[in-house]
């Protein structure tokens, strides 16, 4: 079974500053999706960036990229400049080649500090 | 932006009553999803739904859920006899095929069982 872990809790970091959020995986496919959500405090899934396992180009959004490291079965998320607003609970998540589920991390809570 | 919009945002049940939660996903999806996030844990799949039959369900999906597509908008999810441990913000998502391959979520419906 696809497995998704997240090591951190909890992570903090200064307003206009650099922060990485991290998240393995356990996964025997060879094509799959990965995914990082936000969740604010209004609770609804925010899509914040989703790679391609056959990609080996990280993906970036603005000032939000990944790190993918398909041998390590790693897949971390770099905020930059952090916002107040980037405040939230950030899941990791995995969904293999059919799409038919998708599997979560237990989320980092990430603080922003003015 | 096209949207999946999820009512109502908040249901309020005695325990062991049926309550039905309603999604309509965006318009052009193929596949739809349940996901149940009990308050301060991680984001559960509950089923996978595409041309009109479940594709996929994890082991949280007993017999007293089911899942239904009444029309050609809304996907809706029924719990027959609600229990305590169903409290939970309840998430559906759609999913195109094709372009994105993501899943976008609704805002979630929050239940509460008495």
């Known amino acids: 079974a696809q497995t998704v872990t997240q090591s951190q809790p909890e992570m903090s970091v200064q307003e206009a500053e650099t922060v990485t959020l991290s998240c393995t995986y356990d996964t025997s496919e060879s094509d799959y999706y990965l995914f990082w959500y936000k969740q604010p405090p209004s609770r609804q899934m925010i899509l914040v960036i989703r790679?391609?396992?056959?990609?080996?180009q990280n993906a970036t959004e603005n000032r939000f990229s990944v790190n993918f490291q398909k041998a390590a079965k790693s897949f971390s998320l770099k905020i930059s400049d952090s916002q107040l607003g980037d405040a939230a609970m950030y899941f990791c998540a995995y969904s293999g080649p059919n799409n038919n589920d998708m599997r979560f991390g237990a989320g980092t809570r990430l603080t922003v500090k003015p | 932006e096209p949207e999946v919009t999820q009512t109502p945002s908040h249901q309020v049940t005695q325990m062991g009553q049926e309550v039905i939660l309603r999604c309509v996903p965006i318009s052009n999806h193929l596949y739809f999803y349940w996901y149940r996030q009990i308050l301060g844990q991680k984001v559960e799949f509950l089923v996978s739904?595409?041309?009109?039959?479940?594709?996929?369900k994890s082991e949280i999906f007993d017999d007293q859920f089911s899942v239904e597509r009444p029309d050609g908008s809304n996907f809706t999810l029924k719990i027959r006899s609600t229990k305590l441990e169903d409290s939970a913000m309840y998430f559906c998502a759609s999913l195109a095929v094709g372009s994105t391959d993501t899943q976008y979520f609704g805002p979630g419906t929050r239940l509460t069982v008495l």
């Open positions: 739904f595409y041309n009109n039959e479940i594709s996929e």
């Open positions: 790679q391609e396992a056959y990609k080996q």
